[in-house]
């Protein structure tokens, strides 16, 4: 709803402009002022509708709209109705008043409401209406008055609105039923919850020839009589309730004068049988379908001859329940022919005789639940479709006891002492649909039981004492339409395990509260629900069910509802759910469910609408159950109850939320044995490969190294000798001509063929070599104990030039390989003049190291080979070689 005083905008007055035509013809003429919505209400566009409900109002509003259609003033609180309040609301069709204070309205109070059909003046203080007070109101239909103190009525109080049909004046005062005028339209009086004792109907009712129904239920009447309805002669009532009064008499011709009578309640009332008998024997009515006897005090007997009184009737609803009646004797309902319904519950009827419900030719439903009786009642018609003998004594059902019942579609039988089934107990019963065996005291099951019921749809045998249900794998077989199976609640731990394979359509199958967890858990083949690829619910819950085999489910290709809520299940197999694909509720409650892991939820992760309900497992929050926390995080499956779900173990997690659980929490080596075993050979891995390169460049690194501290060494000795120190001139340093390079196994090679002849010094035989020149050759002239690369350095650094003796084994050791960078950086920095290549053995070039490619190129080497002539040049020209001046002498 708009409120219309916040629109002032020049729509309005565009539309104003547009209907002006039409304002002329109809409001302008009576009332030039547009109305506006009152102060504090609410309205809508068109301002029809004005609600001012619940605004504290205390006086009606003056300036409601002239055009208000529906008008809500309920739930304020006015007390009035003054004369004429309404006087200018022309097209007011409803208006509601309920829920005030009203105790008065003065005459005329609604006078000029000349379109009104409908008030509401429920819940207010009258306590009378006095005459005129509802008066002017042509159109007048419904009044209601429920729940206000009213007493009486001015038999003129509706004068001049005589269109009335309803008028509810229940939860009034009324002791009496007032006249209300001149009223020929009247179709219902409701008078319940008044003090009504004198029941006799004002002559004036005499012209509502419309009347069809009276509500006088729940008054203080005490009895009925030949002048009670006789103002209603003339009326066409049908439905006349006068339940829960205190009438213990009715005069036999009462209801003579509703020749139109239907329906008529009598219950709760203290009635006698014969009173009742009374009663019955005056009603006229051949339309006469429905009667309401219950709890009225018959007196422990009902008299055959009773109905017979409306054998003539079209009488088809009988409902007499709460009643006491022992026995129903010989033809009791006889000649009730149309009789559809007969109700006779709660009577504490412990026999019938034989032919109790002879004569009746078309009853469909008989309840003779919550009764004493012992036994089946025999002869029923043959016509029932429902019969409900549930809460009675009953102990056996003997053979073909329902064998006359072919229409029967619903048998209720539940808590009875039924402890004996017979084969054919239910023989005949082909079209029943529905059996309820619920709460009786069946042990067995005989073979053939259940062989005529090929339409049943619904079995419940829940909580009887199927402890064992016999071997015969055919006894459910025949209900092949069943659709709902409830057999819980039956201490049962054993079921024949085919028992339910033929059930194609079953749809509901209840096994919890038995004990089948030993059974399913030895059911090596998985049989027990098999063929139930229909079923939609299953529950298992309380069963002591210990191991859930992996192909139990395979069959249960629709199933939407699985509840193994309460048993002792810790773990599944991978592929218990493969097949059940349609899972969208899943219970697992109160099991002893400590972990969970990938296999055991594989299935069930992909059911994007599936609850799973874990509450109350005992989850062990160990490393083992990282996976499950991490799962929580990301499935879409919802955890039911997830925040209350807690660690059962180990100690310190005990009782905690199961969300808390944080592996970051928990002191555990986060690898499995896979992952140790990858890192670890990882880490062998790089090791290997990092000590091997280390290794490699072992020579280079120490050489860095070397470097290093020499150069700190002597920055250290410059600092001390600046102070009058001495400085060393180069170029008279050369302590050898040459440096010779080689390898160990080449030791015996260079004594023979460099040195001798060629060097200063003595050989390894301590003899003269005779030569002229100064080699340098490590295993004698290095210092002793002199690290390797240190003598090589300095050896270098006092030699002109560097021999180099090229083999094999000098090619493949890394030492080598650093020696000759640090020669070829010596040369290429002048500090050495000149290196030679001695070529001892044939070697392919790419044996050759990279930087002496260039100088094996150009045969810049000197060849040496045993062969006496090539010696003897050799000799020579390594002498030449030698004598060469340094190059910055040239
Ligand atoms: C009804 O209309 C008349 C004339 O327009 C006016 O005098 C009177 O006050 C109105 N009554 C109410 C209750 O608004
Ligand atoms: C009520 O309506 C009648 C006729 O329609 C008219 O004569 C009378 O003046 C109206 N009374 C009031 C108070 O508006
Ligand atoms: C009037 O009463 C009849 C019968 O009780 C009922 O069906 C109908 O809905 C009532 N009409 C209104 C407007 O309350
Ligand atoms: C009961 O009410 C009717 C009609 O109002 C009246 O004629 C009759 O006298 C009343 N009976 C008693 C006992 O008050
Ligand atoms: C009522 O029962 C009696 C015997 O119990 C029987 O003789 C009589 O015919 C029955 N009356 C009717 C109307 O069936
Ligand atoms: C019959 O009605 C009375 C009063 O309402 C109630 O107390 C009693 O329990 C009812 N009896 C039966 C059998 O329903
Ligand atoms: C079935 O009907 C036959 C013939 O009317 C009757 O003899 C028999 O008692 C009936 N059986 C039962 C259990 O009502
Ligand atoms: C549960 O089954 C085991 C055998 O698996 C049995 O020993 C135990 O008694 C059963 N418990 C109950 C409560 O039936
Ligand atoms: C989940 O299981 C618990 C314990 O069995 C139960 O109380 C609760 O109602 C279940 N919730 C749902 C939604 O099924």
Redesign the pocket.
């Known amino acids: 709803m708009i409120n219309m005083r916040s629109i002032r905008t020049p729509t309005k007055q565009i539309m104003i402009v547009l209907f002006f035509p039409v304002l002329v013809s109809s409001t302008f003429l009576s009332d030039p002022s547009p109305g506006v919505c009152p102060e504090p209400c609410f309205c809508n566009k068109m301002l029809t509708s004005v609600n001012c409900q619940g605004k504290k109002l205390t006086d009606i509003p003056s300036d409601i709209p002239r055009s208000v259609e529906k008008l809500y003033l309920n739930y304020n609180d006015l007390t009035s109705v003054p004369a004429f309040s309404f006087q200018n609301l022309t097209n007011l069709q409803l208006l509601y008043l309920d829920h005030n204070k009203i105790s008065n309205i003065q005459p005329w109070g609604f006078g000029n409401l000349s379109n009104v059909v409908y008030i509401d003046l429920r819940s207010n203080l009258l306590t009378s209406l006095v005459a005129n007070s509802l008066s002017g109101m042509p159109r007048l239909e419904s009044v209601y008055l429920t729940t206000n103190r009213l007493d009486t009525i001015d038999g003129q109080a509706f004068y001049d609105s005589n269109n009335l049909r309803n008028i509810s004046l229940s939860a009034n005062k009324f002791s009496f039923i007032p006249s209300l005028g001149y009223q020929p339209k009247f179709k219902s009086l409701v008078m319940e919850g008044n003090y009504i004792t004198n029941g006799t109907f004002p002559e004036s009712f005499s012209i509502s020839s419309q009347l069809t129904d009276i509500i006088l239920s729940n008054n203080k009447i005490k009895r009925l009589t030949k002048s009670t309805f006789v103002a209603l002669r003339n009326t066409g009532v049908t439905k006349v309730e006068i339940s829960r009064n205190a009438i213990s008499d009715i005069a036999e011709d009462t209801f003579s004068v509703l020749t139109s009578l239907r329906s008529l309640k009598l219950a709760v009332n203290p009635l006698s049988g014969p009173a009742l008998e009374r009663a019955l024997s005056g009603l006229k009515s051949k339309d006469f379908t429905y009667l309401n006897i219950e709890n009225i005090s018959l007196g422990g007997y009902l008299p055959n001859s009773t109905f017979h009184l409306l054998r003539n009737t079209s009488f088809k609803y009988l409902i007499m329940s709460n009643n006491v009646i022992r026995n129903i004797p010989d033809r009791a309902f006889a000649d009730l022919e149309n009789l559809l319904t007969l109700d006779l519950s709660g009577c504490g009827i412990m026999t019938s005789e034989n032919t109790a419900f002879q004569g009746l030719k078309s009853l469909d439903i008989l309840f003779m639940n919550d009764n004493l009786l012992i036994d089946v009642p025999?002869?029923?018609p043959s016509t029932l479709r429902k019969l409900y003998l549930n809460g009675n004594r009953i102990a056996s059902l003997p053979e073909?006891?329902f064998?006359?019942l072919t229409q029967l579609q619903e048998l209720y039988l539940g808590d009875n002492s039924i402890h004996e089934l017979m084969e054919g107990s239910f023989t005949g019963l082909a079209g029943l649909s529905k059996l309820h065996l619920v709460a009786n005291k069946i042990a067995t099951l005989p073979k053939m039981v259940f062989s005529s019921l090929i339409r049943l749809i619904s079995l419940e045998l829940n909580k009887n004492n199927l402890k064992h249900v016999q071997d015969a794998d055919d006894l459910f077989s025949p209900m092949v339409s069943l659709i709902y199976l409830n057999i819980a609640d039956n201490y049962c731990s054993y079921i024949p395990l085919h028992s339910f394979n033929k059930l194609a359509s079953l749809q509901y199958l209840h096994l919890e509260n038995n004990n089948l967890g030993p059974l399913i858990a030895n059911d090596g083949t998985s049989s027990l629900l098999l063929g139930l690829q229909q079923l939609y619910e299953l529950y298992l819950d309380n069963n002591n069910i210990t191991d859930l085999p992996e192909p139990l489910f395979r069959d249960l290709v629709s199933l939407k509802n699985l509840s193994l809520r309460n048993n002792k299940i810790s773990g599944w197999d991978s592929s218990l759910f493969r097949t059940t694909v349609h899972l969208t509720g899943v219970d697992l409650s109160m099991n002893l469910i400590a972990i969970l892991r990938d296999q055991n939820l594989n299935d069930l992760s992909g059911l994007d609408s599936l609850n799973l309900n874990l509450t109350g497992n005992p989850f062990a929050c160990t490393c083992d159950l990282r996976w499950f926390r991490d799962w929580i995080k990301t499935t879409k499956v919802k955890l039911i109850n997830i925040d209350r779900y807690t660690c059962n173990s180990p100690k310190e997690w005990s009782e905690k939320p199961l969300l808390t659980f944080d592996k970051a929490k928990i002191n555990c080596d986060f690898f499995t044995w896979y992952e140790i075993l990858a890192a670890a050979l990882g880490s062998f891995f790089v090791v290997t490969i990092v000590s091997f390169a280390l290794y490699r460049n072992r020579w280079r690194i120490w050489l860095r190294l070397y470097l290093i501290q020499r150069s700190f060494r002597r920055t250290r000795m410059a600092l001390r000798d600046r102070h009058g120190g001495y400085e060393q001139v180069p170029g008279d340093d050369r302590k050898y001509h040459a440096y010779i390079s080689y390898t160990d196994e080449d030791y015996h090679w260079v004594i023979e063929n460099i040195l001798k002849g060629i060097d200063t010094g003595l050989d390894n035989n301590e003899q003269k070599c005779g030569g002229r020149f100064n080699l340098y050759m490590k295993h004698r002239d290095s210092i002793p104990g002199e690290y390797e690369i240190s003598s090589m350095l300095n050896a270098m650094e006092v030699s002109r030039h560097v021999i180099i003796v090229l083999s094999k084994s000098y090619i493949e050791e890394k030492f080598h390989e650093m020696e000759l960078e640090v020669i070829l950086k010596k040369y290429a920095e002048r500090e050495i003049d000149s290196y030679i290549v001695v070529k001892v053995s044939p070697l392919e070039a790419k044996h050759v190291p990279k930087c002496l490619h260039q100088t094996m190129k150009h045969e810049d080497y000197l060849e040496w080979k045993d062969d006496e002539i090539v010696k003897t040049a050799f000799r020579t020209r390594l002498e030449v070689h030698l004598d060469k001046k340094a190059r910055y002498e040239d």
Request: hydrophobic share 55%.
């Open positions: 025999i002869n029923l073909r006891i064998a006359n």
